[in-house]
Every structure is written in C-alpha cells, then in structure tokens.
C-alpha cells in the first residue's frame, strides 16, 4: 500500500464488500509497528457496529471500524472470534 493514497486504499473494502460471497468485509491497515485500523462493512444480516464496538471501535450497522494492537495474525484472529 506504500504505493497508493488514503482514498484508494480506503475504496478497496468496497470492492471486496461486492463479492458475492462475502457478508462481512473487512480491511486491515497497518498504520504502526504492530497498530492497525480495521474497516469492516457488512451487506445485510450482520450489525458490524456490535463487532466494532465489541473490539473498542464504533460506527454503523453496516459501516464501522476500530483500531487494534498486535502483530497480524492476533488481529485477525480477534476479528473472527468477534464475529463468530
């Protein structure tokens, strides 16, 4: 992402959002040694903002975000535990 501005890396979960699989999309982006913000966006069924806000973060039902602290795969895997 060295290569890409705020906007377009911002538009990237929009682009995973559309994928006919997915309900929930989200987006890490590494913003300092082993801090991240995570994006998350949901179609229909899932309330991301519970997610979110179980995580420390807030937003909206089907827009909402949080920041998170650790190496990748903790992160990732805090998200999945949230969401299931």
Do not use: N, Q
């Not at 929009?14 to 801090?35: L, Q």
């Not at 650790?70 to 992160?75: A, F, P, Q, Y």
């Amino acid at each position: 992402s060295a290569h890409l501005g705020a906007e377009e890396i911002e538009s990237v979960i929009d682009i995973v959002r559309t994928t006919a699989e997915a309900e929930v999309a989200a987006v890490f982006k590494e913003c300092g040694p082993d801090v991240w913000t995570v994006s998350l966006r949901s179609k229909r069924h899932i309330d991301v903002s519970a997610t979110a806000a179980a995580l420390g973060g807030g937003g909206h039902r089907f827009a909402s975000g949080y920041t998170a602290y650790g190496d990748r795969d903790l992160v990732v895997a805090a998200l999945r535990a949230a969401l299931d």
